[in-house]
């Protein structure tokens, strides 16, 4: 598991849209997982859940994905998953194509995953977006198009994604499609990365730099200064 998978199931539990009246116990659910009691989570969330709020639905699916409170169970996952991402719960929509990304619960279906991370990525799903730069760079599981690569990864690093912001600069380096400065640009993503702690970044910006003139490192810096200082809005595009 990723560390932005990891990371979205240490966050996803805190937000939902839970109606006022089911508000309190989808909290209550939300306080006991955090403190371990899975069995008084599982208590608040199964009624939510069988009741169609997709907030529930999509806790209560974690649980099984992850094994906490019940017996791991990847089908059961991936069908409370689907209540809610049928409801347009951006997060069961990511957690529901990852399943079928990987295999789990379901029968390995890359078209049926593109499908949920792209419905997840149109909400601004960070790490929806994510994966679809890396599959669509990578061709990993789908041919590679790097019409849509650039777009997720756009999306996602202007997000604040280390990984993304890691994925541009690659698909700046090696794109055979003559990309304007895209010696430059690399580096600026690279740099940023680096900057948001990818140590991966780091070393290939260093690669690459070998390869630039003076002059054209310095541009690169200048402008990974004016996109972080921007927020990720001005990256020199």
């Not at 932005?4 to 939902?16: F, R």
């Not at 309190?24 to 069995?39: I, T």
């Not at 994925?167 to 940023?192: P, R, T």
Request: net charge negative.
């Amino acid at each position: 598991m990723n560390k932005l998978h990891s990371l979205i199931l240490a966050i996803t539990l805190c937000i939902g849209s839970v109606s006022v009246a089911t508000a309190q116990d989808y909290d209550k659910g939300v306080a006991a997982y955090s403190a371990g009691d899975y069995q008084t989570a599982l208590r608040e969330w199964r009624p939510l859940a069988e009741a169609g709020d997709a907030a529930a639905q999509f806790s209560l699916g974690l649980m099984y994905e992850r094994g906490k409170g019940v017996l791991q169970d990847f089908a059961e996952a991936a069908r409370l998953y689907r209540l809610a991402a049928d409801q347009g719960h951006d997060n069961a929509q990511y957690f529901l194509g990852y399943l079928y990304d990987k295999g789990l619960g379901v029968p390995q279906d890359f078209t049926l995953a593109i499908k949920w991370y792209t419905l997840a990525a149109e909400q601004e799903n960070l790490i929806a977006q994510t994966r679809l730069s890396v599959m669509y760079t990578l061709a990993d599981g789908v041919p590679a198009d790097l019409t849509k690569a650039l777009k997720w990864s756009r999306l996602a690093a202007k997000n604040g994604s280390s990984s993304a912001q890691t994925n541009l600069g690659l698909i700046y380096e090696y794109s055979n499609i003559d990309l304007i400065g895209k010696n430059a640009m690399a580096h600026m993503w690279y740099n940023v990365a680096s900057a948001n702690g990818s140590k991966e970044a780091a070393e290939w910006r260093d690669e690459i730099a070998v390869r630039m003139a003076p002059e054209e490192i310095s541009k690169a810096q200048e402008m990974a200064r004016e996109c972080m200082s921007s927020n990720y809005q001005n990256c020199g595009e």
